[in-house]
């Protein structure tokens, strides 16, 4: 069907089309709005579980919280103006198809305040659903920082140690001297006195290491004991006859260096368990001094050494010093000071014997370290005592790793793999917040894409701006513009105009006379002539006056 109406001059044509009105402005704030949700759920995902002095990067390092902060407020901002740009499109839309002014009214009230959609009642629409949605959704900025939190955890990971700790046997010599005519060994040397004064008063065993950043396990190289024990079981019977004495549990460490310098025995013995008749339990042990290896545990510059089971072989290397002399005079030993120093700190003899009750003859700490029953079997043959042997040789092996640490120096160093487990502060995501924030910001997308639907029916940029829609007003300083430019245009040609709201006449002047109410005369002051409030040119109005009515 021909147009009803024939173009005349010039302007800015009518020009719809799909592609040449499309919101390209509006619609990339709803994709950028997406881009916003996938760079949050980006953040949160790659921060989830990180050490927070490795996030995003190490050396420059941000709290998510931030970036989801920023991401949340740019959101908002492109869904409000998302917003703006789809009620211009939805309000001139219902202007072409054609609407009541009240509805017209409504559509631009509805956009610009969250209140008149909400109060909107039997008037709501989609631009009052997409306004409240828009207003609602800024509070998916605190569930998003809600959604990165820190924590604190243990990471265990790979770790090259340097242990300054000499891998060298004991030297010849080091631990104490005969000074009698027997074998043993009856005085320490200063070194090796130090080393038991650090051990009777449980002093922190310090060690020298780079690499360790929390706490360390690995296996270091040191001088210590191959270890042999075997057990068998001993038959008693306590018939507690008057003055006979019952053996129930000795500790013996034995050391003779001038029939064997690199070996020493432990020999323990106990009663186990309640009853007068039973089996005791003797365990035999043999250590060599040999190199072996450490698990050790790493703490700051403390180390600790983990328990050693009997059926573990760590022995690298066996070592045989040679033979010892002993007599009048001072003769030095490799390893007979530690073994005189165990005998010392352990050697015990515990007996029971028949008073009137079975009593308690002991030498030694077994007797009362060890004691395992409770104190209703005292004075009976149901006292019992726990197995001391491991107690002892792992004194013997802490001394003697005591003494490794006492002869390393700097240029004693070890390369070792550990495995280093340190409590890093982390980031925590939460992604049920992430997803109620994720949720608003997508519905309020979709519920505003509907407001540029029929854009393609428009024949050019339009705006919600009162210039553009008072000229479609035909307001009298607007006319004799482009009918149809956009607001861009229509600043070009009109922007320069100075513009008042007052009073006119209807010829378009300042009123005569204000004294008047609504009327003036003409110049002969015959004919009385309306004044109306509008606005127009700087000379053509005049102030409005208190109490004064004006009609149009």
């Not at 396990?217 to 079981?233: E, H, L, P, S």
Request: glycine share 8%.
């Amino acid at each position: 069907m021909p147009p009803l109406y024939r173009q005349i001059g010039g302007g800015n044509p009518w020009q719809s089309g799909f592609v040449k009105r499309f919101p390209w402005q509006g619609i990339s704030a709803l994709f950028g709005v997406i881009l916003c949700v996938v760079a949050s759920a980006l953040v949160l995902r790659s921060s989830n579980g990180t050490r927070i002095d490795l996030w995003p990067a190490e050396n420059h390092t941000f709290q998510p919280a931030v970036f989801l902060a920023l991401f949340s407020a740019l959101a908002n901002t492109l869904l409000r103006f998302a917003l703006q740009e789809g009620c211009a499109i939805t309000w001139w839309r219902e202007v072409i198809k054609g609407k009541s002014i009240i509805d017209l009214h409504r559509y631009w009230f509805y956009g610009a305040s969250a209140k008149a959609s909400l109060t909107s009642g039997k008037h709501f629409n989609k631009v009052a659903l997409g306004c409240l949605l828009t207003t609602i959704v800024v509070i998916g900025g605190p569930l998003l920082q809600r959604g990165s939190t820190i924590t604190s955890a243990s990471l265990a990971g790979a770790a090259t140690l340097s242990v300054f700790l000499t891998p060298d046997p004991l030297p010849a010599y080091f631990s104490g001297f005969y000074m009698t005519r027997g074998s043993d060994v009856n005085l320490l040397t200063p070194s090796f006195a130090q080393v038991v004064r650090e051990f009777n008063s449980n002093s922190a065993m310090k060690l020298n290491h780079t690499g360790c950043s929390g706490v360390c396990n690995t296996t270091v190289t040191a001088a210590g004991f191959d270890q042999k024990c075997t057990t068998t079981q001993l038959p008693y019977n306590i018939s507690q006859q008057s003055g006979v004495t019952y053996d129930v549990g000795s500790i013996v460490i034995n050391f003779d260096g001038e029939i064997q310098s690199g070996a020493m025995q432990v020999y323990t013995t106990f009663k186990p368990s309640s009853g007068c008749v039973g089996q005791l339990v003797a365990t035999t042990c043999d250590l060599h001094i040999a190199t072996v290896r450490y698990p050790i545990t790493i703490t700051n510059d403390t180390v600790t050494l983990a328990a050693r089971s009997n059926t573990v072989n760590d022995t690298i290397e066996s070592q045989y010093p040679p033979l010892e002399l002993a007599g009048l005079g001072v003769w030095p030993s490799t390893i007979g000071g530690i073994a005189f120093a165990a005998d010392r700190l352990y050697s015990s003899n515990v007996t029971m014997y028949e008073t009137g009750i079975l009593a308690v003859e002991a030498a030694g700490p077994m007797s009362y370290t060890y004691i395992a029953s409770d104190e209703r079997s005292y004075g009976t043959c149901d006292m019992f005592w726990t197995d001391p042997t491991a107690d002892v040789v792992a004194a013997i092996r802490q001394m003697t790793f005591r003494s490794a640490i006492y002869l390393s120096n700097d240029s004693t160093q070890q390369t070792v793999q550990a495995t280093d487990l340190a409590t890093y502060t982390l980031y925590v995501s939460n992604f049920a917040y992430l997803s109620g924030a994720v949720s608003l910001m997508i519905l309020n997308t979709c519920v505003l894409f509907p407001l540029f639907l029929g854009w393609w029916h428009l024949g050019r940029t339009t705006s919600l701006s009162p210039i553009e829609v008072a000229k479609a007003f035909r307001a009298p300083l607007l006319r004799d513009s482009d009918c149809n430019g956009d607001i861009n245009m229509l600043l070009n040609e009109t922007g320069s105009r100075k513009a008042r709201y007052g009073v006119v006449n209807e010829q378009g002047l300042a009123p005569i006379n204000t004294l008047s109410t609504h009327w003036d005369s003409n110049e002969e002051g015959m004919e009385r002539i309306k004044r109306r409030l509008e606005i127009g040119s700087l000379g053509s109005v005049s102030t409005p006056l208190d109490g004064n009515t004006y009609h149009d």
